[in-house]
């Protein structure tokens, strides 16, 4: 079992920055692949970012790519999403995901089998 808890989430104006974590608990961080995935009001959950174990590997949907940025830190057992240029359509609640394996990078949510609980963020125009 990994118990995932994500916070850095909040309300922000277009234009400005949020940095999302995900703390992991009960199994070796680095050999968890992450990832970040959202769900914005009234749509179904899509992906935002993936990381492999080592962080040698990562992948961002084309909606995000140049504004956020993955990243994990191994010895804190947490990985970061951070997220500059906000914009309005960036507002959902954001997941992170787990997955134990030693492939590349998951893009699926049907790839990761512990999520956290979600953390709010607000874009506003």
């Known amino acids: 079992q990994v118990l995932l808890v994500e916070s850095g989430g909040g309300l922000v104006q277009a234009g400005g920055s949020l940095r999302l974590s995900c703390a992991a608990s009960?199994?070796?961080?680095?050999?968890?692949?992450m990832g970040w995935f959202r769900q914005p009001p009234g749509k179904e959950r899509e992906f935002v970012a993936a990381?492999?174990?080592?962080?040698?590997?990562?992948y961002y949907a084309d909606s995000v790519k140049g504004r956020f940025t993955i990243s994990r830190d191994n010895a804190k057992d947490t990985v970061y999403l951070q997220m500059n240029k906000l914009k309005p359509e960036d507002t959902a609640v954001y997941y992170c995901?787990?997955?134990?394996?030693?492939?590349?990078?998951?893009?699926?949510?049907?790839?990761?089998?512990?999520w956290g609980q979600g953390t709010q963020v607000t874009v506003s125009s």
């Open positions: 995901a787990a997955q134990q394996t030693r492939a590349p990078l998951l893009l699926r949510s049907s790839d990761y089998r512990w």
């Open positions: 009960g199994r070796t961080f680095s050999t968890l692949a």
């Open positions: 990381i492999s174990w080592s962080g040698g590997n990562t």
